[in-house]
């Protein structure tokens, strides 16, 4: 080794030696962080093997000294609800924490309804957005990452951020809803500690300790910490791009002008309506890229102002130019389009408006009942009706996931995502020493398909984080999944009805809660719209269960039935000052059936706290089912506070 080698190694090592020997803090405490109150707050991080740390907090400072692994951690007095405050610590250098707050900590986590920000819904709310001045209140988002080879000690980033004016963009929607009815009445800090991902399965978000009972995903976690077991599934399964022939290009984009460009004369064009699937509108089964093309009228008043352009909801990917500008794309179905047009892009008269959609399976276009228009602070022109399309590009059929077939059949394909406990190893697990007031759970789309699982799933989760977090009644709230897809007027068999009813099974760990949200979903949109109400019910949960507050929090839920000849009289929890309907209607949604479990609508009245329920043709009933289906037509039995019942079914044994 020559000595310029040597001078090399030798700086490599002192700079590591500098890197580690600096006192650092976990991402989650940095300015602006909630910290529990009423409980001893821990201060832990790293430093190098045996070094001091001082931390000063409060007018008071406390001493301790890094293990010879390079940790270190130490526990502050209970404080109650206040701030600010600022923490310094030392060690061989210094790190101030500014803007600290006392008071209450939730975990908010699941996926996408979880993860919806205000910003995704800034039209509902847009006066919540304008008006929003709670300093007190705080969101950190902990950024997306996976570990599918055990927990990890830090977080990738993250910021807390205040809910004031534009700042409350990013919160969670649900969660920014719950946080301000509680801080409402209380007027003490929340923070709000939002960990999740849009389109993942609770597997990924159990903790390894849950799955004790389960040896198929015990054996899955081990496989996953074996480096060579993962990386031979690489090699099994190269990424699509490797693997396969190049697939044909689009014809809108690969000819001598692309269907944008103002230039471009079309021809042989066919008609078809937005909104639409263009499967429902003489499209054959066509998984590919279609092109939507139309001279929208643009009047004088708009001509050159900042526009918006509203596009409902679009299966799966999207492209909009607007004279040949492209002014927006979205690479998956479900957020809505909501694009802004720049200044000086509209002229008065013809604009050539054209849309690039790409669909993957299933029926590709334009979602109905939604808005689409283009519109400025006075004007609005409807896009909806007949344009022009041409279709750019087939794809062939999908065949298995992989052409190479491997002859170890212990390999399978790994979605890190997706794969047991690899979300909370990297997003939950770094800050389990961080004390909670509780938690909240938007969470189960994803396991639609096996709803038979979920409620074990559940018991595993509630008990894994309550382990994790070292507090074994630790509040658990959580919302039952709402009404998705088309309104059902037939009992029906469901599977999204069969994972609520796991949910409700979930409701056996003590100090839990389920929010029943049956009425507040859109059959066009996995993600809907009303995301308040979501929030401000479990906020009604949370002020029983973490506050103690006596008050009716959950709608009616199903206890107990017992059959008198053709009549099943049905008892219920939660019915609060009494059972009602919330239209002044009779009783809808409840099916009965015989031996034979062919379900017919029922009768259904109310008798005081019960609901009696029958069929002049059902002589001897066997099975009841009350909004059992994916999208419940007209589901109206409440308790008076105005909250929902639970769906359910009944299985005389």
Same mark, same amino acid.
Request: proline share 6%; charged share 25%.
């Given at each position: ?12 090592? &002192?700079?590591?030696?500098? &890197? ?16 529990? $109150? ?5 201060? !832990? ?17 406390? %001493? ?17 609800? #206040? ?52 300093? #007190? ?17 830090? &977080? ?25 009815? +509680? ?7 929340? /923070?709000? +500690? ?23 995903? *015990? ?12 990386? $031979? ?25 692309? !269907? ?15 909104? #639409? ?19 929208? =009228? ?5 001509? #050159? ?18 004279? /040949? ?18 200044? @000086?892009?509209?002229?008065? /008269? ?33 896009? %909806?009706?007949?344009?022009?399309? %041409? ?58 398909? *096996? ?46 009805? =069969?994972? $609520? ?5 979930? &409701? ?15 059959? @066009? ?6 995301? %308040? ?80 329920? !029958? ?33 359910? $079914?009944?299985?005389?044994?």
């Amino acid at each position: 080794m020559n000595r310029l080698q040597v001078l090399i190694v030798a700086l490599a090592f &002192l700079l590591s030696h500098t &890197l580690i020997a600096q006192v650092k803090l976990p991402k989650l405490i940095s300015d602006g962080v909630v910290l529990q $109150r009423d409980t001893k707050i821990p201060v !832990w991080g790293w430093a190098s093997p045996n070094e001091k740390v001082t931390v000063h907090f409060n007018n008071r400072q406390y %001493k301790t000294k890094a293990t010879n692994d390079g940790t270190w951690n130490l526990k502050l007095p209970k404080m109650k609800a #206040g701030g600010p405050y600022t923490m310094i610590v030392s060690g061989k250098n210094r790190i101030e924490i500014k803007d600290i707050l006392i008071g209450d900590v939730w975990l908010c986590s699941g996926q996408s309804n979880m993860v919806h920000q205000l910003n995704i819904h800034d039209v509902r709310y847009a006066d919540e957005i304008k008006t929003a001045n709670y300093p #007190g209140i705080r969101h950190y988002a902990v950024p997306r990452a996976t570990s599918i080879s055990g927990v990890q000690d830090d &977080l990738e980033g993250g910021n807390w951020q205040k809910a004031v004016g534009e700042e409350v963009r990013p919160f969670s929607a649900v969660a920014y809803f719950f946080a301000k009815k +509680i801080y409402e009445k209380y007027h003490i800090p929340i /923070g709000l +500690i939002n960990a999740s991902v849009g389109g993942t399965p609770i597997e990924a978000w159990i903790a390894e300790e849950g799955f004790k009972s389960y040896p198929n995903i *015990q054996k899955i976690i081990v496989e996953n910490k074996d480096t060579a077991f993962v990386n $031979r599934q690489k090699r099994a399964f190269p990424k699509q791009d490797e693997e396969s022939s190049p697939t044909p290009l689009d014809k809108g984009l690969s000819g001598k002008k692309t !269907w944008y460009d103002l230039t471009f004369t079309p021809k042989n064009w066919r008609k078809i309506n937005i909104p #639409g699937y263009w499967e429902d509108q003489g499209i054959k089964d066509l998984n590919g890229v279609v092109w939507y093309r139309r001279e929208i =009228e643009i009047p004088p008043s708009m001509a #050159g102002k900042k526009a918006r352009v509203f596009l409902g909801r679009i299966v799966d990917a999207d492209e909009l130019y607007i004279n /040949g500008t492209m002014v927006g794309k979205t690479t998956y179905q479900y957020p809505q389009r909501r694009y802004t047009v720049p200044e @000086n892009l509209l002229k008065a /008269g013809k604009n050539t408006f054209v849309i690039r959609v790409t669909n993957y399976n299933h029926k590709g276009g334009f979602v109905t009942v939604k808005p689409y228009c283009i519109f400025t602070d006075k004007d609005t022109v409807d896009l %909806k009706g007949y344009w022009d399309y %041409k279709v750019g590009e087939v794809f062939k059929p999908q065949g298995s996931t992989s052409s190479k077939k491997s002859e170890d059949t212990a390999i399978r394909k790994i979605n890190p995502q997706n794969e047991p406990t690899a979300l909370f190893n990297a997003m939950v697990a770094p800050f389990t020493q961080f004390p909670l007031k509780g938690i909240l759970w938007y969470q189960g789309e994803s396991n639609a398909g *096996q709803p038979e699982k979920y409620a074990g799933y559940m018991h595993a989760l509630i008990g894994s984080w309550r382990q994790a977090f070292d507090t074994p009644d630790l509040p658990f709230i959580y919302a039952q999944l709402p009404n998705f897809m088309e309104v059902s007027y037939l009992p029906c068999e469901s599977g999204w009805a =069969e994972l $609520r009813e796991s949910q409700f099974k979930a &409701l056996s760990v003590p100090n839990t809660a389920m929010t029943v949200n049956i009425d507040l979903g859109e059959w @066009n949109d996995i993600h809907p719209d009303n995301k %308040k109400d979501v929030g401000e019910r479990m906020a009604l949960a949370g002020l029983k269960l973490a506050y103690n507050e006596d008050l009716v929090y959950s709608g009616p839920l199903y206890r107990e039935h017992e059959i008198k000849g053709n009549k099943v009289i049905i008892s219920f929890d939660h019915t609060g000052s009494g059972l009602t309907t919330n239209d002044n209607e009779a009783l809808g949604e409840f099916a009965i059936a015989g031996e034979d479990r062919q379900f017919i609508w029922a009768k259904a009245k109310i008798e005081g706290d019960k609901v009696v329920v !029958w069929s002049d043709d059902i002589p001897k009933p066997k099975y009841v089912r009350y909004a059992w289906a994916d999208n419940p037509d007209n589901p109206n039995l409440y308790n008076k506070e105005g909250l929902p019942a639970s769906p359910f $079914r009944i299985e005389e044994q």
